[in-house]
């Protein structure tokens, strides 16, 4: 079975940046669109990038300019860099093909914080 692993999450400053990583175990990227996914404390997991199998991305409206969304399908890895965080960003973050199909993974915690 497929597993995705999340990395790269951290605390950070507001206006600060981290890079996250998604890793799969078996080549699944390159056949689907992958999704950055976000769930906040007592709120529903929301949808924040998704990135189509040529490599063309797409972004909610509250992160559109501050979050990139890559691949690399020869990795079978997917990439978020977010730049200019803000404590509204602060979730577990995690990826999954688009729509999604496959096990949540653990995520990624990102909490931004002074």
């Known amino acids: 079975q497929v597993q995705l692993v999340e990395s790269g999450g951290g605390l950070v400053q507001p206006g600060g940046s981290l890079r996250l990583s998604c890793a799969a175990s078996?080549?699944?990227?390159?056949?689907?669109?992958m999704g950055w996914y976000r769930q906040a404390p007592g709120k529903q997991r929301e949808l924040v990038a998704r990135?189509?199998?040529?490599?063309?991305?797409d972004y909610a409206d509250s992160v559109k300019g501050r979050f990139t969304n890559s691949r690399d399908n020869a990795k079978n890895t997917v990439y978020l860099q977010m730049n200019s965080l803000k404590p509204e960003d602060t979730a577990v973050y995690y990826c999954?093909?688009?729509?999604?199909?496959?096990?949540w993974g653990q995520g990624t915690q990102v909490t931004v914080s002074s």
């Open positions: 999954n093909t688009y729509p999604r199909f496959l096990p």
């Open positions: 078996g080549s699944i990227f390159r056949n689907y669109d």
């Open positions: 990135i189509n199998t040529v490599g063309s991305p």
